[in-house]
């Protein structure tokens, strides 16, 4: 789950993170005012959505007094922000964030990921701050630094030097980053986050340590400890694909393809996109829906598959294990005939049941296309929608 960049800086304070002074504003009246009780030289209004790169969409702009900040506001709600994070359909901003501008004297990067590949935390920092670390990494890999956290021993005093005085910070500032850093980790660690982004860590003339903005995103399955943590969630924010699916109990993720996945199981729904990519096509969503898919899961799924308008055909891959296939195949007929589906429809059944919920494709009527094998089933489902689009 994301979290708003106000949301982030109101934890990283509760955690002794220094950020700058900031209010939110959801109308240009409550952005002039916000300006005013800063009472700052400069004020920065941050458009708020989830999303990186918004100053190079003209979503952050510098405002020298409350009447700017104010235009500021005007120019930014209600815009459609598009940068290379949103997609062309770009985001609509509802809410803007107004902060106290900083006096910069240098930017860097610091972040807190999850290492799958060394199976602990890592921390990422370079001297190339307010430029996406991905580029930094193509570009210039020797400016980063990448310390490995033993997850016995948790962050400690040397590695948080080792962090500092490779940035180039004076011993004052390695000071204050043990403080900052420290809050950092045991955000990250309390909350259960899955990345923590400080991009840029500024220091000031006058030689303090900001966060200048800030990232954190949290792993969904862990919300259940955090009730606090999921207050914060935007629905406006997430696609209405994924929310839609959220609220039925599906794993659904919108992919940029033209073939819908209906899938029982993470692990196969991932071999049943690798398969499509292997045979020349290209899906159009990740769906897992669930060991225990019944009859209603299933036309709920088929519903939110046909909700994307670039799906020209869909396949259906499912294992009976715990799901018995004939109880799937009743739930593809009924849905298939109820929603009246057009598109291409491609069925693979093995595991419990399968001969039974082929035969009950097969005396459906209905335009469906059995498949075998999983490389079978991914070959008629790209031949299929190139039929289509033929």
């Known amino acids: 789950m994301n979290v708003h960049e106000y949301q982030a800086k109101q934890l990283l304070r509760e955690y002794a993170v220094a950020v700058p002074a900031g209010a939110l504003a959801t109308t240009a009246a409550e952005a002039e005012a916000a300006a005013r009780e800063l009472a700052a ?8 959505v989830h999303a990186g790169g918004r100053g190079k969409a003209g979503g952050i702009k510098l405002a020298k007094s409350p009447a700017e900040a104010k235009q500021a506001a005007s120019e930014i709600l209600g815009m459609t922000l598009r940068s290379a994070q949103t997609g062309p359909e770009g985001k609509q901003v509802h809410k803007v964030y107004v902060e106290a501008g900083s006096d910069i004297a240098h930017e860097f990067y610091l972040g807190i990921v999850l290492d799958r ?23 210039t890999p020797e400016k980063i630094i990448t310390i490995h956290l033993d997850p016995n021993a948790g962050l400690q005093s040397h590695q948080v030097r080792q962090v500092g005085f490779g940035l180039g910070l004076d011993g004052d500032q390695v000071n204050q980053l043990e403080v900052f850093l420290g809050g950092l980790y045991r955000l990250f660690v309390e909350k259960d986050a899955s990345l923590a982004e400080i991009n840029p860590l500024v220091v000031t003339q006058g030689g303090d340590l900001i966060a200048l903005d800030a990232k ?53 729904a991932m071999a049943t996109l690798d ?29 939110l598959i046909l909700r994307d308008e670039k799906v ?52 459906s009527g209905l335009d469906i296309t059995p498949a075998e094998t999983l490389g079978e089933a991914g070959e008629k489902a790209v031949a299929a929608v190139a039929g289509v689009e033929g």
């Open 41 to 48: 030289d400069v004020c920065v209004v941050k458009a708020q």
């Open 275 to 303: 398969m499509i990519q292997v045979c020349g096509g290209s899906p159009a969503n990740f769906l897992d829906a669930g060991g225990g898919a019944d009859k209603e899961k299933v036309k709920e799924a088929f519903k």
């Open 117 to 139: 590949a060394e199976e602990c935390l890592a921390i990422i920092a370079s001297t190339e701050g307010g430029v996406e670390i991905e580029e930094v990494a193509a570009a």
């Open 216 to 268: 954190l995103n949290f792993d969904d399955n862990a919300l259940f400890r955090h009730p606090e943590i999921a207050e914060l969630r935007d629905p406006e924010e997430e696609d209405p694909r994924e929310r839609a699916a959220n609220e039925i109990d599906l794993a659904y993720v919108g992919l940029d393809g033209n073939i819908g996945c209906m899938v029982n199981g993470a692990g196969l």
């Open 312 to 363: 020209k055909g869909i396949l259906v891959n499912i294992f009976g294990g715990i799901v018995r296939c004939d109880l799937i195949a009743e739930g593809v007929v009924a849905a298939a005939g109820e929603l009246g589906i057009t598109v291409p429809l491609v069925v693979r059944l093995q595991g419990t049941n399968a001969a039974e919920g082929r035969k009950i494709l097969a005396e």
